[in-house]
């Protein structure tokens, strides 16, 4: 079983069609945004940033809306791999020779398809810490209206988001790291949405054999 | 009040009842705080209901509205029967130990009413009201029906044994007050009220003169069909214990309105004329007569003196008189004595409403005075509008009284266009817009200034009275008319008459010489044309002009007294004797010479108010002595000047009082039970109900709730409901009542009820309370709720729709105290329904 | 430096030292409010809305005399009213003052994110600057007392400022000017306390009131706004004053531990990453095929010199 | 004292470079006091309507009283020398300001006519004319020189004043002298009830 629309010319492979591309950015876009601000409010030698982005007071107005949209992309991207994002026995293999991973020795790695559980990782964190910080984020979001005996919601809300909050921007960090620094090829799939059939085997064999198939024109 | 607001922070003892200062006078309450921090001072509050004087009382006792006279007997007969009263002040500042005519008889013995009771007339004959002695037998050729006059000296007993001494008299009067018969009547438990009249009169305890208490009151006394006699208790309760005259002692009205104190001085009532004198009567041939009538002869002990301070009626009146119309009255015309009108019948104020509408008064004219609203029985007061030719309202806002005609009542029953009532409605000055005097409660005339100018088309107050006046007498001067002589002589001599200045009228009220006038004793010279240094110059024979007596020295030669600013306090006593002007003759403490012992020596030295000086032969103090300033300790003239007697009247002769010489229980008129004392005669035997289609009263069986009307701190009367921030405060009406009362009703906090008397409804939310609670009233579980008052038809809610456009004195009766002609506001009875 | 800055002694999310802080001698003012003789009368709710030129809101009838049923934006002073039985049966209709506590350690001030929104004058007051309030709410969460208000028009948090323009002036706050039996006294914090102590001192020695005390808690350090209780052992039940306020323990370990954790966290895995990238490089390098041919020829080259050696000792 | 403190911090300068390319005000303002309303208001001293403590107030108003100004009500305190309340007020004390400026105040004559439903305005002029002859008809329609004993009364009693007890002692002794004068005995006042 091959997927012959994703195979392009001159040896390239479609690996993000526009619609997933497109919510990648806005939830890149929206998540750099929150982070910003965010660090912002974090802390006192960040407070500049807030200005960068208008002022403080327009950085604390638009940080909740960004939230959302921020939370929509990923809802979105949940809808649209999270069936691809479950983890299979082969993960585990992987997960068990990570050492390799991190020092660039993929080709010890076992085979992995069109996600490496890295970035299913990434991906649950994401909409992990997104849940987290839209349900602390909707009470930081209307403090005036959680009342005095419920104030323990506040209390949890300040624990919570920027636990969640740390906990993402490490993830982006990561996310950022591989896919600019480490990966080479891969900011250009989320870019343009496709990768080369090399960039494919290397990181992505499985996922390359299913796309290929047993075509009997693979790509050159 | 006999003493005044800052003198509270002398006392040890606050007896709180028939008042809640802390909510209605908190600015001068914080003196009796002030008692308490300083002296330790015990606050013992009485009321229908734990209010926010209770909040801060060290002992509290829930009382049935209306049984004041009872716990206050039952205190009296306390202190008699544990010996904590002071003898020495009793038996030579007070009349305990004149003896009285053999015919008096008390209650207790004639079922329950006063010798000289006619029944059929609902009046006493008061000739056996007085005391025994030689010459006190009724002068022959005197009219029919004539009182005899006071002996003019009293038998007596100083060992108040003679069992018709009135220490004898009151003793056995107040024996049927047991704690037991307390406790029925007003439904404290007996183990309350001996601790409070424990507490209170622990102040005589072992003879100890030292301590003063004080009692503290306003209308929740006065608002009875027996008020009077309920402040009467009062004040023998003092006497008894002394404390009448001394700092931090006294009896103290507080009074409910800015200028109510003045307005009262200056006899803005039917039945008085400005500084007390007694009204013109048609049996008063001439001005003599008059005179001779109103002026007291003194009465007492033969070798006791008495001052009998209103022996100097006449050069009151004369100067009054020269005062309204200046060179008009003569010796010859008899002071204008014909220009006066006479007075021999009930005009107050539910007579004035009952006369409207029965048709009699045709035009009123109200100033700053929303009768509609301030009741009582508001439906009659609308009724009797209804029948008006014309009203003319001075107001700074809409208000019930010049909007009757589009009452709810009145559009209720669709009669709008059959009224023909004129109403004119005119826009007068705030306080900030004028300037001029007020008196406050503690008879402190101060000065005020103009803040700002007058808004849109505004007049002062005075200028509109003015200019009413003027026209008035420009329309008798072309016209002429009946009888124009006191209207065309009326002096106006204001240098702007249209708006007289207020100071000039300050000056006029002072008085001021009309001749060259010498003090024989001293040489002083007075020049015409002065202003009077006080009333002491005041002469009857038309060399002098006086409008107020009691007021003069407000505004004297060294310029307007009431708008001095000294705040010092050189004894620490709350004296502040250069602050504004007090009447009279800038005296601070009433009767102050009772602050000493019969020997001229105070009997708390580190309380020192006035004193006996043997150096100067001079009574001195820190306060201006209410007292003849020469008269020695040895001469013992009494402390009390402007009785005839010149002592204190623990038992009160002849026509003081229109009920009793001593105060008697007696029920409200609108009772859940007949009197315990004597079921015979329930209600105070001498009060007459109207008859009207209006004038309705109910029983107990209808109405089985006791209700009573009271003000919040956060409102004034009907004022503030035009004030978005007292609106915000407490935005709407409510009935306050027992969580246990509403338990058994099923009435939830915030639910709508309907309360309804005999006279008509009322709907407002519930507050549902433990504040209040049920009560035993003989045994019977009995409730009370109370309503504040301050909402109507016209306010910043009313007019947004949150109210009912209900007026509290719907509810309430029209019956009158016999002696000061006040409503029965307080303690009728009511049903109470879930809406 | 103005003068106004110079007072300032603490300040919320100040990056550096505080401008104010230990450079002019003064004293800290307080509020000592006498709930024994407060009779509830709300002169000071009035006269800090008429200072404050305080807009006015709706209020409905609650079965209580209380005028709403906690502090808000424009009402930043309201009396809290509680009925309670003693165990003897009598009554107390106890009244508490409810407003800005003013405490020494500020949970509000912690809390904020915005530089000087929230700062403590050296004389103790607590102010709110609105001009650099950003809306967050954060003070609300901070506060143990329930008492920063949130505008939704202005998106600005607002309460009691201790009148600081009148103490600035060296006049007193506005309820404390107005209120009528003097419940309310105004000071310097150790002449409040000394007052305290004296009047607690005779609550116990001659008013029925054995544990009457002063509340100036001190888990927020103490308080610019001190009580005197009928019962200091039970301030709960003056409309749920805590009885041992604290700054919430999630703002501390927000603002604490987790705020440096988080930062090590943060700048850890930042020079992680990087020294990651010294040590291994991109994953697929440009010279990936050189590389393959070479680790090839490598190969091949160690597998022929295997050969060798094994042809060579056999 | 200035409005706004600002000429403290430099703000970080990365932050500050950037913030005002875009225009931003970026210096926070500390310590943004407010004014001290009645630092140049004039006082009126007054004394309180309310109840019969008395309390002395200070009206503070707008503007130093010079010709071209209207006085408005700024602020209302109480007098700190006043002995009685000495700076207090209770809480209608203390909202004075909202009833010397109040936006429900009557500010011209009316009239409402027989069976009218509305009020109508009038004149002053044709107010106190109207009020004059109506005063003037009642009581010499109802005037009693002599009662049924033959004896000289003088009086009215189709006519009635009301007074409240709000207004000042001269008030009330004008009135009392203009009403007495005109022989009314249906005088009342608040200190009835």
Known sequence: MSQPDLLLPHGRILRYHFHERLTHWVAAGSFIYLMLTGLAFWSPWLFWLALVFGGPQISRTLHPWAGLVFFFAVSYMYAMWSAQMYSTENDKEWWKNIEHYTKNEDDRMPPVGRYNPGQKLLFWGFVFCGLLLLASGVVLWFPEYIPWNLRL???????????????????????????????????????????????????????????????????? | MTNGWVDIKNTDMMLIMGGNPAENHPCGFKWAIEAKRNRNAKIISVDPRFTRTSAVADLFCQIRAGSDIAFLGGVINYAIENNRIAH?????????????????????????????????????????????????????????????????????????????????????????????????????????????????????????????????????????????????????????????????????????????????????????????????????????????????????????????????????????????????ATKQNDWAFDYLPKVDRDYSWTYLWNDMYDGKVKGMLAFGMNGVAIGPDTNKNIDALKKAEWLVVGEIYPDETSEFWRSPRVLAQGDQNQIQTTVYRLPCAGFAEKDGSFSNSARWLLWKNTAVPLPGDCRLDHGIVAQIFLK??????????????????????????????????????????????????????????????????????????????????????????????????????????????????????????????????????????????????????????????????????????????????????????????????????????????????????????????????????????????????????????NNPMNVQLVPEPFIEMAAEMADEMGIRGGEKVKVSSARGEYIAKAMVTKRIKSMLIDGKKTYQIGIPFHWGYRGIAEDEGKTARDLANQLTHTATDPNAHTPEFKGFLVKVEKV | ?????????????????????????????????????????????????????????????????????????????????????????????????????????????????????????????????????????????????????????????????????????????????????????????????????????????????????????????????????????????????????????????????IKWLGNIAMIGGLIGLFIHYLRFGPKDREDQDIREQIALAQEKAAKAAKEKNEEEHP | METNRRDFLKIAAVGGAAAAVFGFDVKPAYAEMAQLKIARASETRSTCPYCAVGCGTIIYTLGDKAKNVTAQVVHVEGDPDHPTNRGTLCPKGSSLAQDILNDRRLLKPQVRRPGGSQWEDISWENALNEIAARIKKTRDDSFIEKDAAGRTVNRTEAISWIGGCTDTNEFNYLVVKAMRALGVVHLENQARV
């Open chain 3, 1 to 257: 430096m103005s003068q106004e800055t110079m007072r300032i002694q603490k300040m919320s999310a100040h990056a550096g030292a505080i401008p104010g802080e230990d450079t002019q001698r003064t004293y800290v003012v307080s509020k000592l409010i006498d709930t024994t003789t407060c009779i509830g009368c709300k002169a000071c709710e009035v006269a800090c809305m008429e200072w404050n030129d305080l807009p006015f809101g709706e209020t409905v009838f609650d079965n209580t005399y209380q005028t709403m049923p906690e502090t808000r934006w424009n009402y930043w002073n309201l009396i809290l009213f509680n009925e309670h039985e003693r165990e003897d049966g009598s009554l107390q209709w106890l009244m508490r003052k409810n407003q800005c506590m003013h405490c020494a350690d500020p949970g509000c001030l912690a809390a904020c994110p915005s530089d000087g929104a929230i700062i403590q004058y050296a004389n103790g007051i607590v102010d709110f600057q609105q001009a650099n309030c950003i809306g967050c709410g954060y003070c609300i969460t901070g506060c143990p007392f329930n008492i920063p208000k949130f505008n939704p028009q202005t998106k600005r948090v607002y309460k009691c400022t201790l009148c600081a323009d009148r103490v600035g002036e060296g006049l007193e706050p506005a309820c404390i000017k107005a209120c009528p039996t003097g419940c309310l006294h105004f000071g310097s914090k150790d002449d409040m306390k000394d007052l305290a102590e004296k009047r607690a001192t005779q609550l116990r020695d001659h008013y029925n009131f054995p544990n009457a005390g002063v509340y100036d808690p001190a888990g927020v350090g103490g308080t610019g706004v001190m009580y005197i209780l009928h019962d200091a052992t039970k301030p709960e039940l003056y409309g749920g004053l805590p009885k041992d306020p604290q700054i919430p323990l999630m703002v501390k370990l927000w603002k604490g531990p």
């Open chain 2, 88 to 328: 020495e002040y009793l038996v030579n500042f007070t009349n305990a130990a004149f003896a009285v005519n053999n015919a008096f008889k008390l209650p207790g013995d004639t079922d329950g009413v006063f010798s000289g009771f006619d029944a059929g007339k609902f009046t006493y004959d008061r000739s056996t009201w007085n005391y025994a002695g030689p010459g006190a037998a009724v002068p022959a050729g005197a009219a029919p029906g004539a009182l005899p006059p006071m002996p003019a000296n009293v038998d007596y007993d100083l060992t108040l044994q003679n069992p018709n001494c009135v220490f004898q008299l009151l003793k056995k009067h107040y024996s049927r007050y047991t704690p037991e018969m307390v406790e029925r009547i007003t439904g404290i438990p007996k183990a309350q009220f001996l601790k409070a009249a424990d507490t209170y009169t622990s102040i005589r305890k072992d003879g100890d003169m030292k301590q003063v208490g004080t009692v503290i009151y306003a209308v929740g006394w006065t608002h009875h069909s027996f008020g009077t006699q309920i402040i009467r208790t009062a004040a023998m309760l003092q006497l008894l214990l002394g404390n009448v005259g001394r700092a931090g002692g006294g009896v103290n009205a507080l009074r409910g309105h800015s200028n109510i104190q003045g307005a009262t001085d200056m006899a803005g009532l039917y039945d008085t004329l400005p500084g007390y004198l007694k009204v013109p009567t048609p049996a008063d041939a001439n001005f003599d007569a008059w005179m001779k009538r109103a002026t007291p002869t003194s009465s007492q002990p033969a070798p006791w003196q008495s001052w009998n301070y209103y022996s100097n009626t006449s050069k009151f009146t004369v100067s009054l008189m020269k005062a309204f119309y200046g060179d008009a």
């Open chain 2, 472 to 721: 008035v007498r420009e329309l008798y001067n072309k016209e002429g008319g009946k009888f124009p002589d006191p209207i065309l002589n009326l002096t106006w001599a204001y240098s702007e008459p249209q708006n007289p200045p207020l100071f000039e009228v300050l000056k006029e009220m002072n008085g001021k010489a009309l001749a060259d006038l010498e003090d024989p004793a001293t040489k002083q010279q007075i020049k015409a044309g002065q202003q009077l240094p006080g009333f002491a110059w005041l002469k009857d024979d038309g060399t002098t002009s006086c409008g107020i007596w009691i007021y003069s020295g407000a505004y004297t030669e060294a310029g307007n007294q009431t708008a001095r600013r000294d705040p010092s306090d050189p004894s620490g006593m709350g004296v502040h004797p250069g602050w504004g002007w007090s009447w009279p003759a800038n005296r601070r403490v009433l009767y102050n010479r009772a602050s000493c012992d019969v020997a001229g020596k105070p009997w708390d030295p580190s309380r020192k108010q006035v004193w006996w000086n043997e150096d100067s032969k001079k009574w001195v103090g820190n306060d201006v002595p209410d007292f003849k300033a020469d008269s020695p300790p040895k001469d013992h003239m009494g402390p009390f000047i402007m009785n005839a007697e010149g002592v204190g009247r623990i038992f009160a002769p002849l026509s003081a009082f229109a009920d009793g010489p001593f105060p008697e229980f007696y029920e409200p008129i609108e009772s859940p039970l007949a009197n315990l004392l004597h079921p015979e005669r329930s209600t105070n035997p001498v009060v007459t109900k109207f008859k009207d289609t209006d004038d309705k009263f109910g029983t107990v069986k209808d109405f089985p709730i006791i209700c009573t009307t009271f003000r919040l701190t956060e409102h004034y009367h009907y004022w503030t409901k």
């Open chain 1, 153 to 220: 919601l506040r209390y949890a809300a300040v624990i919570v988001h920027p636990g969640a909050a740390l906990l993402s921007i490490g993830l982006f960090m990561i996310h950022i790291y591989m896919s600019v620094f480490a990966e080479r090829g891969a900011f250009g799939s989320v870019i343009r949405g496709d990768v080369s059939v090399e960039f494919a085997k290397r990181y992505h064999p499985i996922w390359y054999k299913e796309v290929v198939g047993d075509s009997t024109n693979p790509p050159k």
